[in-house]
């Protein structure tokens, strides 16, 4: 039976591929989580019914009661605008400008509720708890479906004057390049995400048919995942590790710029990507190393994996809204 004295927070990740809730207690840690698929080419309020359907399931299992809850934090995949609390534009979800915090208020109306950018929340989460904790300034990588990021500068979150900042995966690193569903050509985020990586694994595929990638994937393209890659690298498949090579090319290019730009104390790579560790770091070092612009000095910024992994995204969320003093609604 819970202690009423407690009070909780409850972070909400909502993502392309998952929706991942979370219960935090009084001390900043993440106590309970669930997570489900996002409903394919879902409404918002298809999506939010899903968030209220598992924030109660929860509240059930772990036996708290809404009053015993300070705060909702929810990150989304896109531009939030936190005056209005919507989201104005996020093309992996397709949103327009939706009222999310205005539809979770319809269930909630006693509890401050406040969204803000995903890569934003994990950023933070990872700033407060995780692999940043001991930083100054940090920047937030996450390669999932697509490509977000997220700001740390003098341990704050930077958003811009339109909180739209941070919007990493659409650095353009190839003027006449694949299409993005932002609207532009080459982003960062149609050449490094996870969703890219495994279109770039299929393609090889359909090239040797002898590659053990076929194997590992039951001879199902559709089970194609980024594991797959990683475990055929580790393999020695020749195919493998041509794509793998092509893909560090790519997510390299982009975090030199990133790097070149802001000369942060640490950039942090999270996202399901994230979960192949060493596999990518000594990679992308070695490349970074060899053409970030202030390779000469004697420092660096580190790179390092996400220590929170798919838990900062959600400790983030909650966490926004009890210590940055965000405006809720």
């Not at 979370?22 to 968030?51: F, K, R, W």
């Not at 933070?124 to 697509?146: C, H, P, Q, R, W």
Request: aromatic fraction near 6%; hydrophobic fraction near 40%; charged fraction near 25%.
């Amino acid at each position: 039976m819970e202690d009423t004295m407690k009070k909780y927070a409850i972070g909400v990740d909502i993502g392309g591929t998952n929706i991942a809730i979370g219960l935090i207690d009084d001390n900043d840690h993440l106590i309970s989580m669930d997570s489900v698929e996002t409903p394919q080419e879902g409404t918002a309020s298809e999506i939010i019914y899903c968030v209220v359907s598992m924030i109660n399931k929860m509240l059930y299992e772990m036996e708290v009661t809404e009053e015993s809850i300070e705060c909702i934090g929810v990150g989304v995949p896109g531009t939030v605008n936190k005056e209005s609390g919507k989201i104005e534009f996020a093309n992996n979800l397709a949103f327009h400008d939706e009222d999310l915090v205005g539809m979770l208020k319809e269930r909630y109306n006693k509890i401050p509720i406040a969204m803000n950018n995903d890569a934003n929340a994990a950023a933070y989460g990872e700033f407060i708890a995780g692999a940043g904790k001991d930083v100054n300034s940090l920047i937030m990588v996450t390669l999932g479906t697509g490509i977000g990021g997220g700001i740390i500068i003098d341990r704050k979150l930077y958003e811009g004057m339109n909180y739209a900042a941070g919007e990493l995966g659409h650095i353009v690193i190839n003027c006449e390049g694949i299409a993005c569903n932002c609207g532009r050509r080459g982003c960062f985020e149609a050449y490094a995400s996870a969703t890219a990586l495994i279109e770039q694994t299929k393609a090889a595929m359909k090239k040797d048919k002898e590659s053990i990638l076929w194997e590992l994937c039951d001879y199902n393209l559709e089970k194609v995942e980024g594991k797959t890659l990683f475990d055929s690298v580790r393999l020695l498949d020749k195919t493998a590790e041509k794509v793998m090579n092509q893909y560090i090319y790519y997510l390299s290019v982009g975090i030199i710029n990133i790097i070149n730009i802001f000369q942060p104390d640490m950039v942090c790579i999270g996202g399901g990507i994230s979960k192949a560790g060493d596999l990518i770091i000594s990679r992308l070092l070695k490349r970074v190393q060899e053409e970030e612009y202030a390779r000469a000095s004697n420092k660096h910024s580190r790179i390092v994996m996400a220590q929170l992994e798919n838990d900062a995204g959600i400790l983030g969320a909650g966490l926004l809204v009890r210590h940055a003093n965000m405006k809720c609604e």
